[in-house]
């Protein structure tokens, strides 16, 4: 009696669960082998602008770098203001 209900339950667990789609949104073939992406085209679009927005930051933050260097050597080669004591 034990199994006709396991078995009963498993029946009816399996019924009432819809079948699970594959989840890869994505599956490149490379020479780097296989990769799968199960992202959503949104999801990798949202991945593609944060990462361009990081790119730009870094860029400024590197173009303000050179330029924080560039007045300090100005500064170092003229020296600072001297003032003419008599």
Same mark, same amino acid.
């Given at each position: 009696?034990?199994? @006709?209900?396991?078995?009963?339950?498993?029946?009816?667990?399996?019924?009432?669960?819809?079948?699970?789609?594959?989840?890869?949104?994505?599956?490149?073939?490379g +020479?780097?082998?296989?990769?799968?992406? +199960?992202?959503?085209?949104?999801? =990798?679009?949202d991945?593609? @602008? $944060? =990462?361009? #927005? !990081?790119? %730009?930051?870094f $860029? %400024?933050? /590197? !173009?303000?770098? @050179? !330029? $924080?260097?560039? !007045? =300090? /050597? #100005?500064?170092? %080669?003229?020296? +600072? +203001?001297? &003032?003419? &004591?008599?």
């Amino acid at each position: 009696m034990k199994h @006709i209900v396991a078995g009963g339950l498993i029946a009816a667990g399996l019924l009432t669960v819809p079948s699970v789609p594959a989840v890869a949104q994505s599956i490149d073939i490379g +020479p780097g082998g296989v990769r799968i992406d +199960p992202r959503s085209a949104r999801e =990798r679009e949202d991945d593609a @602008i $944060r =990462r361009e #927005e !990081r790119r %730009e930051e870094f $860029r %400024e933050e /590197r !173009r303000d770098a @050179i !330029r $924080r260097e560039e !007045r =300090r /050597r #100005e500064f170092d %080669e003229d020296g +600072p +203001p001297r &003032r003419d &004591r008599y």
